[in-house]
């Protein structure tokens, strides 16, 4: 079974919209955590937001939220008022075990497109 | 600045040649990664060091080579075994295990 799902390829959304991308994950550890990245045209990967599986509160940074789900194993994004800016590829990621390496497993990522 | 460095961010190899990607930080993170992703992937994991003088294998280690001589640096070579090496890698650094991992800006890698 694949650790991180994201079955959405694309998306649009309208201009000051929120959107949600989608993102389920696979994993029998109880200590995990999870990431949202963005990657721009340029390549680099930028972080977003963070969530810890241990965590009661669903993460916030600023328009990003993590919609977290912990018995259906899902952790969406949600972005909220959408800007021209955030059009770029969106990955979901999740962290296994504890002490000595941690695993990370990326998803194969979501092309968000905004509207004007 | 504090920040992860990557060059160069274009790289051309001829056919059996090895070529080698460089990754600088001066963020004091004590570890440090090295990934691959080809269009429409995630990303991969190449090779990994959590500390000085140690790295262990990632998921696709075969046809790379690293090492870590200094905290702040994390060169990749990409040898002649690698035969399919177009792709972009990603250098990513964190503190500590477990922690949240920054990337620098990438190296898009091309055979002629």
């Known amino acids: 079974a694949q650790k991180i799902t994201q079955t959405q390829p694309g998306m649009f959304v309208q201009e000051k919209e929120a959107v949600t991308l989608d993102c389920t994950y696979d994993t029998s550890d109880q200590s995990y955590g999870l990431f949202w990245y963005k990657q721009p045209s340029s390549g680099e990967m930028i972080f977003l937001i963070y969530?810890?599986?241990?965590?009661?509160q669903n993460a916030t940074e600023g328009r990003y939220s993590l919609n977290f789900q912990k018995a259906r194993k899902s952790a969406n994004l949600v972005i909220s008022a959408s800007q021209l800016g955030d059009s770029a590829m969106y990955f979901c990621?999740?962290?296994?075990?504890?002490?000595?390496?941690?695993?990370?497993?990326f998803g194969t990522g979501t092309k968000l497109q905004v509207i004007p | 600045d504090g920040g992860i460095t990557q060059s160069p961010k274009y790289l051309f190899r001829k056919e059996g040649q090895n070529v080698t990607l460089s990754c600088e930080q001066n963020?004091?993170?004590?570890?440090m990664y090295w990934y691959r992703q080809d269009p429409g992937q995630g990303l991969r994991l190449i090779y990994y060091s959590q500390i000085v003088n140690d790295f262990q294998k990632g998921d696709i280690a075969e046809g790379y080579s690293v090492s870590r001589e200094k905290k702040e640096s994390f060169p990749l070579t990409v040898t002649s075994a690698q035969k399919n090496p177009t792709a972009f890698y990603l250098c990513?650094?964190?503190?500590?295990?477990?922690?949240?991992?920054?990337f620098g800006p990438g190296t898009r890698l091309l055979v002629l």
């Open positions: 990621a999740m962290r296994e075990g504890s002490g000595g390496y941690q695993k990370v497993t």
């Open positions: 990513a650094t964190n503190m500590d295990v477990g922690e949240t991992q920054y």
């Open positions: 963020l004091n993170h004590d570890a």
């Open positions: 969530q810890g599986s241990y965590d009661e």
